[in-house]
């Protein structure tokens, strides 16, 4: 499984500078977990708070970025806080096939393997 | 306005009232030296809470992401309000681990509620990892609006 080893390596290559922060009042960097399997990475963020409608996961060139907007308080006294977090993506990932899924403020977004890195289990044919 | 908040929601740690002298001391200063306070609230800030004064009710919100209903645990005893909760870390199936910020993690904050509060009609919701208990003012509590007659 050499392709496991070398995954944290590629997948985060180098975590972005918060730079893109600036200028928000309140900003926070979520938590965040990685597993993988042959399939896939599994990045999971705690996000609590935010809706699905206010949360952006974009892949610009090798950047994953992960924006999550959070609206609290009521009438009287709304404020808006920012998640953020982005990581530079390494090859052998397929960008089609990217999926977010939000439960409990919780993210879990999965970052497909492209088909050429996976690991293939070749059939020996019985003479 | 935060300082009053703090005194009215003197943060209780469970460890600290060992026995009713320490008790006797601590209530001794209640209203009187927010500092104590403010220590003890921020030594139980975690998870994320935050305190808000609404018209009619006071409104207590916990970030907890990925805790169940389950898991959580919400008490009113002797006008202690106590949460308790744990989020259980387990690897999603199949999967190796390759890089670990979060994890399991478990809490338990209890809030002396003040005069103001009717603790028999609190609520509480968990919505988007976020625990919300909303605390109703008491009647006498709430403000009057005082209608001015036309003479």
Known sequence: ??????????????????????????????????????????????????????????????????????????????????????????????????????????????????EQVKPRQIKINVA | MLTLWRNWFAPVQTQYYTNELQREIDSLFEGFEPGAFFRAWEQKSWPATELREEVDSYVLQTDVPGVTREDIEIRVENNILTLKGERKDEAPKGFKIFRKERGHFSFSKSYRLPAQVDASRAEAKLDKGVLTVLLPKTPEAQPKQIPILVA
């Open chain 1, 1 to 114: 499984m050499k392709e496991a080893n070398m995954t944290e390596e590629s997948l985060v290559k180098k975590e972005q500078s918060e730079e893109q922060t600036a200028g928000c009042s309140v900003c926070w960097m979520p938590g965040v977990d990685f597993y993988e399997n042959d399939d896939e990475v599994l990045l999971i963020a705690d996000l609590p708070g935010v809706e699905p409608s206010n949360l952006a996961v974009h892949l610009e060139g090798s950047e994953l970025r992960i924006e999550g907007r959070r609206i609290q308080g009521t009438n009287g006294s709304k404020h808006e806080a920012l998640y953020h977090r982005s990581f530079r993506l390494g090859e052998g990932f397929d960008r089609d096939k990217i999926a977010a899924e939000l439960k409990n403020g919780v993210l879990f977004l999965h970052l497909a393997r492209s």
